[in-house]
């Protein structure tokens, strides 16, 4: 077979990625299923997607399940550092075309995001709105029937298109459906980024205090897991009323500089710029760690610390030290990029089955709906969501409990049980 169209680090590891592929399908029951019905029914056929995504394992079962539906697929990487070289060799190996280079810069990420772009793609899959940022910058003529959206820093910038009435196609918010959110981003992101952070630095995390910054879902994740390790968790927040489910959760909440004293670890999990900068990195403890879990690599202001810092070096993999005048020395693990695909391999496959299948279905449905939605962001149907709970359930050996015609009659009824 011709080789496909490629940028990708290293062809002849394409043996290991088959194999992690495989391993990670295992785990994906749900949309091994959906997968089963694509290639019965084709809903896809004839169809161009192009996904700017974590290229990944879990990634590659995705692409396979949209191919095995019909569509022609393309795939780029949606973080330089996330790539995993030997899964992008055998998706290129089984004929989909790869764009993606563990490390890439700036200017090779945009150069691979452009190459997908120009396959005329009728679907784009985006994770954090790059892709779909570029298609209204500087493709304003392109069509496209619409997108998915894959994270929550990407649904913020895409509400605010729409806010402005800028937004020129529909857009899924994948990342807003229940069996995303609540599973993906609390255990996906709480297991994988004290994965990241031990595979990095081999802290023990019992007896640490660790500090998570922003308690949404990937925070609420995160300080569960580090609790369950035995951690003392302080959260800082914004939101009153996140701090208090902290707070009654059993963690200390506190403000970022009170925690900047007291944390052996650092999280952030915010979407937020500059959440731990100079008047933080002045008081941390000589060793403190610091992570970031959130989309973009903004939320350390790590130019600050570059320059407060007398020299820097990359003490282990994935872990860079700032030696500081004062003779502290503080971590960071991965450049303080996405600290759980950067340093660990991302959410495990259990769970990217609810995310992707969630994706695999809201494609299925945009094309099926397209030409009634405005230009606007959705959530994919509530039935949609309970379809991949309901099958995931079932993956997981448990029962749903089912409603007696009693108990249909007695929720529809208003004037029973006085
Ligand atoms: P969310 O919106 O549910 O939670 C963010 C929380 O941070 C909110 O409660 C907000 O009030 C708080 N916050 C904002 N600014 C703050 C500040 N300066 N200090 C303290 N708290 C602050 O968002 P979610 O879903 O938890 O996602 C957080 C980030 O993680 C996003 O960038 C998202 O794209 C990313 N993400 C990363 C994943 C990963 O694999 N690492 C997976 C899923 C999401």
Redesign the pocket.
Known sequence: MEPVPNDIADPSLADLGHRRIEWAARRMAVLSAIQMRFEKEQPLAGKRIAACMHVTSETANLMLTLRAGGAEVVLCASNPLSTQDDVAAALVDQGIPVYAVRGEDSETFYRHIDAILDTDPHIVFDD?ADTTTVLHQERAEQPIVGALEE????VIRLKAMAADGVLRFPVVAV?DSATK?LF??RH??GQ??LDGIMRAANVLFAGRTVVV????????GIAERAKGLGAHVIV????PV?AVSAAMNGHRVLS?LDAAREGDIFIT????IH?FREEHFAVMKDGAIMAN????DVELNLSQLGDMAEAVRELRPNLQEYLMDDGRRLMVVAEGR????GAAE??PADVMDMSFSAQALSAEWLLQTHETLDNQVYVMPEELDNEVARLKLEAMGGGLEELTAEQVNYLASWNQGT
Request: overall charge negative; some cysteine; proline content about 0%.
């Open positions: 954090g994270t929550t820093t990407g990342n959110h993906d981003n996906g992101t994988s980024s910054a922003g308690y949404g879902d990937c925070g609420w800082t927040e914004i939101d996140r970022s999990a915010t979407g937020n959440v879990a959130g989309h973009f996405l600290v759980n695909l991302g959410h």
